[in-house]
């Protein structure tokens, strides 16, 4: 369950979405293209203004973000012939005869077969998810050696408001799929900093000189 709210954030009003959650064990702000939301353990007591007044900065960094990537995101038909990004590269569908869905260096080729049971936006998203389990399986193994950390198991997801999340209690990495329309070093840093929670739960120097370690450009990335 979730209530809209509004909070004056250095002179700027923003309004947001509390969400009570059973599954957070912490308090979070998510930020992406729907907006703001505090997330908020379901048996605690907080102040979701004080939550965000103490993020202020970096809450009105964000609205301002995908403000822009909202503005700047074009109108997207799901029909042969339109383009989608793979790692920043935009690919246009191709409805072809093939008996399996594929991605190659110039289109996205859906088999035919599965669109006619489906439809395009379908098998479209299922090939995403299929693409960034790999992709993103070889980039966390790449990091995961380099950081000496780990984790149990990878979940491709569609969150829509956070590209990633780590669960120590469980060691699941969970990522949205759509990251992998991003440039690769964008998927690199938000694997690092997942992947940097196992050792540190929080954001504190830490935490981000490991993530510097490993992502030296990460600010311009976290912008």
């Keep these: 369950m979730s209530t809209t709210r509004a909070a004056d954030l250095q002179g700027e009003a923003v309004t947001y979405e509390v969400r009570?959650?059973?599954?957070?064990?912490?308090?979070?702000?998510?930020?992406?293209?729907?907006?703001?939301?505090?997330?908020?353990?379901?048996?605690?007591?907080?102040d979701p203004d004080g939550v965000l007044e103490e993020k202020a900065d970096w809450v009105l960094r964000q609205q301002d973000r995908y403000a822009r990537y909202r503005d700047e995101m074009p109108e997207r038909w799901f029909e042969e012939g339109e383009c989608f990004p793979v790692l920043w590269k935009e690919r246009p569908v191709e409805v072809t005869s093939i008996p399996e869905s594929?991605?190659?260096?110039?289109?996205?080729?859906?088999?035919?077969?599965?669109?006619?049971s489906t439809s395009i936006r379908e098998e479209l998203e299922h090939l995403y998810q299929e693409?960034?389990?790999?992709?993103?399986?070889?980039?966390?193994?790449?990091?995961?050696?380099?950081?000496?950390?780990?984790?149990?198991q990878i979940q491709i997801r569609n969150q829509?408001?956070?590209?990633?999340?780590?669960?120590?209690?469980?060691g699941t990495l969970s990522l949205d799929f759509?990251?992998?329309?991003?440039?690769?070093?964008?998927?690199?840093?938000?694997?690092?900093?997942?992947?940097?929670?196992?050792?540190?739960?929080?954001?504190?120097?830490?935490?981000?000189?490991?993530?510097?370690?490993?992502?030296?450009?990460?600010?311009a990335k976290n912008e």
């Excluded at 959650?21 to 703001?36: C, F, N, P, V, W």
Aim: with cysteine; net charge negative; proline share 4%.
């Design 20 to 46: 009570r959650s059973e599954k957070a064990s912490q308090t979070r702000i998510d930020a992406g293209l729907d907006g703001i939301t505090v997330v908020i353990p379901a048996r605690l007591e907080v």
């Design 102 to 116: 594929r991605i190659t260096q110039e289109v996205l080729e859906l088999s035919a077969s599965r669109v006619e």
């Design 131 to 152: 693409a960034a389990r790999e992709h993103f399986t070889t980039r966390a193994d790449h990091f995961c050696e380099a950081m000496g950390t780990h984790y149990e």
């Design 160 to 170: 829509k408001t956070r590209w990633g999340s780590y669960s120590p209690r469980t």
């Design 178 to 219: 759509r990251l992998l329309m991003a440039p690769s070093g964008v998927i690199d840093y938000v694997i690092v900093h997942e992947l940097a929670h196992q050792e540190h739960s929080n954001h504190g120097p830490r935490f981000w000189r490991l993530v510097e370690q490993h992502v030296p450009d990460y600010e």
